[in-house]
């Protein structure tokens, strides 16, 4: 096998993996440890994957690499769905109500389930409070639903509000339940998102609450991103796509967070 040829193997098995190895591209391709050193230099040269202690990873697994609003709505949508439709069931069943939805995509999939809510008796409330325009969006023209948002700077990139005023904002409540997204969930990291700002408020959101939902697709299993918000004892549920494998289990399982699969 020529050299780009193998290149180009290496380059595909990273985006499709995430993360290569020396020792496994070594015996993949019947070549020294040195030669795969030498590939994965060029490559990393060339911008395809970014270089890591034993190996490398692909350019989309940077710490700091964020996908915008409109790139993430277009991704695992049918996983994405099942885990806002399974969300529904921690909805505090109670005659008045309180939960925070984060910004992020799986929540707003769940904003989307609330258009349907309707109380179950006429003295019912549910509030829910947010940072995200687009979930203030989706649920502001609904009356069952009571809508009180959290005011900041908003972020271009996630539409999601974050600064010192929405943490003071969090800080002085205390709602039942807050359906969190993440951008990583590793099992000994915990959860992560690339943007301090945003970490920051989501850190709050877990402190205030007296419940945390965690909404996260199995896409982001073992993934570490630049800012940990919250360890893994730090939320109460997870809802998810598909079981985590056996490493993340064993953290989840030992920190004591239900693991549900929509």
Do not use: Y
Request: charged letters at 25%; proline letters at 3%.
């Amino acid at each position: 096998m020529f050299a780009h040829e193998r290149h180009e193997r290496i380059a595909a098995l990273a985006a499709a993996e995430g993360r290569v190895s020396v020792h496994e591209l070594a015996e993949l391709f019947d070549v020294t440890q040195e030669t795969v050193r030498r590939d994965l230099d060029a490559l990393e040269a060339e911008g395809k994957l970014r270089r890591v202690h034993g190996g490398a990873i692909a350019m989309d697994r940077l710490s700091m690499v964020e996908p915008s609003l409109s790139e993430r709505q277009s991704q695992n949508q049918q996983q994405k769905q099942r885990i806002a439709r399974a969300a529904l069931r921690f909805l505090p069943r109670t005659s008045t109500a309180s939960v925070i939805l984060d910004a992020g995509t799986s929540t707003e999939l769940l904003a989307e389930q609330l258009t349907a809510w309707a109380p179950a008796a006429a003295a019912e409330e549910l509030l829910v409070i947010t940072n995200a325009v687009p979930i203030a969006q989706r649920l502001c023209n609904r009356p069952e639903v009571s809508l009180e948002i959290l005011g900041g700077r908003v972020r271009g990139l996630t539409s999601a509000a974050v600064g010192s005023g929405v943490i003071a904002q969090l800080q002085g409540l205390r709602p039942d339940i807050a359906f969190i997204g993440a951008n990583g969930l590793h099992s000994r990291f915990g959860l992560s998102t690339p943007d301090a700002l945003e970490a920051a408020v989501k850190t709050a959101m877990v402190q205030v609450a007296h419940r945390v939902v965690a909404l996260v697709d199995s896409s982001k299993f073992e993934q570490e991103t630049l800012v940990r918000f919250a360890a893994l004892e730090a939320i109460d549920v997870l809802v998810t796509d598909q079981r985590p494998g056996a490493e993340l289990a064993a953290a989840l399982d030992q920190a004591g967070v239900d693991v549900v699969v929509a």
